[in-house]
């Protein structure tokens, strides 16, 4: 099974060189499956499954993509399968933020490629793995599927990648009260991706509001997780991000969405952030009084997932 993932910091600014930690979520997950020999059963959810699929396949031949995999890819065992009635098996949502594209693009990779243990290598994976996940968002650090392959937390530090255990990020995120929530609209990554690329390339202001005031903040947030956890620290950290967020990255945030940030903040009850690259989907919230935090959002119809 390949789970999904939450990107908890680096969003965007990854695209910047910034630091990022994002951490494989096994309450959604996938797997490569085939449909049932008797064709009358097939789900509509496997045939759409299929056809993304060959859509990736048709993709992944065409042009140079192939010749820029740094790995020996199986295209004609692929294609044979997808004939066979091979699907992504899944229950990740889709467009929300928890890398479904990207536990599918591991799952792939993982089947046919041949890497043997002895030679892996991260940036060479990562970078294969963002060539096939392109089709999905134009462009892709890679990072996503990567988390979903390995099954492990990973950090990104000056382009270096780094895995950490699980259970020195799981502490931490459990003092620090962590949940999502469903804003119930989907997201599309590619172009708010380009949204933000036009912004800090046209607009000098606010690429250096992003470069000296967001991504130091960014940067702590992900140091005090995964290394010396601080509660007044990282309370005092992720608020910054909240407010940074709906000051520079506004376009990304849902307006329904902006009532309840705007709550949990003047109440100093719950920090509400992007998790990956917003428009929809899930929203990552932290908070010291977590029984406190859920009462609330039960009382305005929305359901939190407790992490």
């Excluded at 059963?41 to 993509?65: A, F, V």
Aim: hydrophobic letters at 35%; proline letters at 3%; a neutral charge.
């Amino acid at each position: 099974m390949y789970p999904s993932k939450i990107l908890l910091f680096g969003e965007y600014v990854i695209l910047l060189n910034s630091n990022a930690l994002s951490i494989p979520f096994t309450r959604f997950e996938g797997e490569l499956a085939f449909w049932d020999a008797d064709k009358s059963k097939k789900l509509k959810e496997q045939i759409r499954s299929n056809q993304i699929l060959k859509d990736l396949l048709t993709y992944s031949k065409s042009g140079n993509i192939k010749k820029k995999l740094k790995y020996s890819f199986d295209f004609s065992t692929f294609e044979k399968d997808l004939e066979e009635g091979l699907y992504f098996r899944s229950d990740i949502p889709e467009e929300s933020g928890l890398g479904s594209s990207g536990a599918l693009v591991a799952a792939v990779f993982d089947k046919y490629t041949d890497i043997r243990a002895s030679e892996i290598d991260l940036m060479k994976i990562k970078e294969c793995l963002g060539i096939f996940e392109s089709f999905y968002h134009g462009t892709s650090s890679g990072i996503d599927p990567l988390v979903s392959y390995l099954q492990k937390p990973l950090i990104i530090k000056n382009d270096h990648l780094s895995t950490i255990s699980v259970l020195i990020v799981e502490e931490s995120i459990h003092k620090s009260g962590m949940f999502l929530i469903n804003c119930e609209q989907k997201g599309k990554t590619r172009d708010l991706v380009n949204i933000f690329k036009d912004k800090y390339n046209s607009d000098p202001e606010y690429l250096s509001k992003i470069i000296n005031r967001y991504i130091p903040v960014n940067d702590e947030c992900i140091m005090l997780l995964t290394n010396k956890y601080n509660k007044d620290r990282f309370f005092s950290a992720i608020r910054k991000i909240t407010l940074l967020q709906s000051e520079i990255l506004i376009e990304m945030i849902p307006g329904r969405l902006v009532p309840l940030i705007n709550y949990g903040l003047e109440n100093n009850l719950f920090y509400l952030k992007l998790c990956g690259s917003g428009g929809g989907g899930y929203f990552l919230g932290f908070t010291e009084n977590i029984v406190k935090t859920e009462s609330y959002f039960n009382d305005v119809g929305y359901r939190i997932l407790i992490y």
